[in-house]
């Protein structure tokens, strides 16, 4: 078992459901700090934190700026802001959209990648775009790993599907089968069965 710095995990059109069934899977002392980047609209407050939160152990905040990562601690990207990520620590920006997107998960990830190298973990789950994909390459060229929905399984299969042409060496997972490769690749247990909502 190697140990991970940071997981960050993004996504869009069907992600609260995906999103709740990896947190809801993950243990209570799960030894890396989660990021969630998802996008939505710019007017939207911290509910998705909030609905997160109810389905699972870690402690699931919406991210303030400069806020210093802690393991088993979930650090949601609020609307309309870009989640950076330097090592320890996360800033927020209202740099322009990315495609079309902020917060952009091809910012977030490749801020991951810089910081943390070969202790990244990106995540690729549903949605409607190509967000993400080259992110998640560059965590994989720096030295990280990568874990991608299986787009079959996805509410949307877009977005993973582009995450898999752009990250080749990424697993392709089923939806059920991603929490226990995060605790196999960080440490801890994972839980039984337990799903969200």
């Not at 870690?58 to 210093?68: F, G, I, Q, S, Y």
């Not at 902020?102 to 549903?126: K, M, Q, W």
Request: net charge negative; glycine share 10%; charged share 20%.
């Amino acid at each position: 078992m190697t140990s991970a710095g940071i997981v960050a995990i993004g996504t869009s059109w069907g992600g609260l459901a995906a999103l709740g069934r990896i947190l809801s899977d993950l243990p209570k002392k799960f030894a890396a700090p989660v990021i969630v980047i998802q996008h939505r609209s710019k007017d939207s407050d911290d509910l998705l934190a909030k609905l997160l939160q109810d389905v699972c152990d870690l402690n699931v905040r919406e991210t303030e700026d400069k806020d210093v990562l802690q393991p088993a601690t979930v650090y949601v990207a609020p609307s309309d802001y870009h989640l950076m990520v330097d090592f320890g620590q996360v800033s927020l920006t209202t740099d322009a959209p990315v495609r079309y997107s902020r917060p952009s998960i091809d910012v977030a990830f490749e801020s991951v990648s810089r910081a943390y190298g070969s202790g990244a973990i990106g995540v690729v789950l549903t949605g409607a775009n190509d967000d993400g994909s080259r992110g998640l390459a560059r965590i994989i060229a720096l030295g990280g790993r990568g874990i991608i929905q299986d787009p079959a399984t996805a509410e949307i299969p877009i977005m993973p599907a582009a995450a898999v042409k752009a990250a080749p060496q990424a697993e392709v997972l089923q939806l059920e089968n991603i929490a226990p490769r995060l605790v196999a690749m960080v440490g801890g247990s994972v839980h039984g069965n337990r799903k969200a909502g």
